[in-house]
């Protein structure tokens, strides 16, 4: 029996949990937390922070391969474990150039990957002679840790963009400036690679956002088969470029005049590909443990027409399980409710998700069924 070791807990490692039991596989967790989701299916949990390198090693002692829930881990301290021969499956040197968003965006860009004109940001006298190109709206990120639309900021005139830079003077934050794309769309890809270079992708969807954090997925997204081979293709270059192996998650801008552009990457599944749990032969979850373990990888298509994925966000600061409005969504046919057994609901965070499956491709019926589905959850 393969034993993987997971840095993180939450519910990216707990939707692991039933992809492990069916391959056989068990999950060993490194997590802060005995709440935390994915201590309910692990084999085991070390209770450290996810940057506890001591807490890796044992992790390590006790695991085949280790894999991560995140990309927000301490290289350096890693790279000692590796060296030892310790196996990190995607390597840490596939990760490197991505945690920080300015060199992730000067990767894509050396690669050829069409992406936003952007800049770091080093001295603040010279932003008003950088940003003349640009014009507002312009986009304001922070180059680490940024998630969930967290350190993400639409900037709309010069005096905000100062305030918010004078407001981060006594912090370390770095930031990047982008152009604002005025999309159409936005997009994203699932895509897997496996120790032996074989890639699968999942169909490219749709994703709706509401102040930049994901609210809603379609697949497959309603685009042209032109557009479908553009997203795969970078998927395909970037995976082969870092020599990746696991899931790995493309975000993408579809422009009103038809172009596809990269908006950011995460080195690892994703929220939107949650709906392959329920609507694809392998989910995202199983091709993650798959592709770590050495294992051949499975059949990414979409076994029905549609599907839409709603997430459960927090609205309001509350112990509650909701159990009352989980009924309700349950009750919607077709309808798969994943709740994730956090203890703690607060506005904005992620507690479930709700993926329905349509055997009909129709972009109004879709539309309609996110619309019930969100009536119900945020009916207060």
Avoid at 26 to 37: A, G, R
Avoid at 176 to 191: D, K, S, Y
Wanted: proline residues 4%; hydrophobic residues 40%.
């Amino acid at each position: 029996m393969k034993r993987v070791g997971v840095i993180g807990g939450g519910q990216l490692a707990w939707m692991m949990g039933s992809a492990a039991q069916k391959l056989g596989v068990e999950l060993i967790v490194q997590t802060p937390s005995s709440q935390d989701p994915a201590v309910a299916i692990a084999h085991n949990t070390i209770l450290a922070a996810v940057d506890d390198a001591e807490a890796t090693k044992k992790l390590a002692a006790n695991s085949d391969v280790i894999t991560f829930e995140n990309e927000f881990v301490d290289l350096e301290a890693l790279s000692q474990l590796a060296n030892q021969g310790v196996c990190f499956r995607p390597r840490l040197e596939a990760l490197a150039p991505l945690l920080d968003k300015y060199h992730q965006r000067c990767y894509l860009r050396d690669l050829g990957l069409p992406v936003p004109q952007f800049f770091a940001i080093e001295q603040q006298e010279d932003i008003a002679a950088k940003i003349a190109d640009f014009g507002f709206p312009l986009v304001l990120k922070s180059r680490r840790h940024g998630y969930d639309g967290q350190g993400t900021f639409i900037i709309r005139d010069l005096a905000s963009l100062q305030e918010k830079l004078e407001f981060s003077k006594d912090n370390p934050t770095l930031f990047l400036v982008e152009e604002f794309i005025p999309f159409e769309r936005e997009l994203a890809v699932i895509a897997a690679r496996s120790v032996d270079g074989e890639i699968v992708i999942y169909p490219v969807v749709e994703t709706q956002q509401e102040q930049q954090v994901c609210r809603r997925v379609i697949a497959p997204a309603n685009i042209t088969s032109e557009q479908v081979a553009t997203a795969e293709a970078i998927a395909h270059k970037l995976l082969d470029s870092l020599q990746f192996v696991g899931v790995f998650a493309i975000e993408l801008f579809l422009t009103t005049d038809g172009k596809v552009l990269v908006n950011e990457i995460a080195p690892r599944t994703h929220n939107s590909g949650h709906f392959s749990l329920d609507a694809c032969a392998t989910s995202q979850f199983e091709q993650q443990l798959r592709a770590v373990c050495g294992m051949p990888l499975g059949d990414p298509s979409l076994q029905g027409a549609t599907a839409i994925m709603v997430n459960l966000l927090g609205y309001e600061t509350s112990q509650s399980d909701y159990q009352s409005q989980r009924q309700q969504l349950a009750a919607i046919p077709q309808a798969h409710v994943h709740w994730y057994g956090k203890t703690e609901s607060r506005p904005g965070r992620k507690l479930g998700h709700v993926t329905v499956l349509l055997e009909n491709h129709h972009p109004t019926i879709a539309a309609e069924i996110a619309q019930t589905v969100e009536s119900i959850w945020y009916s207060s």
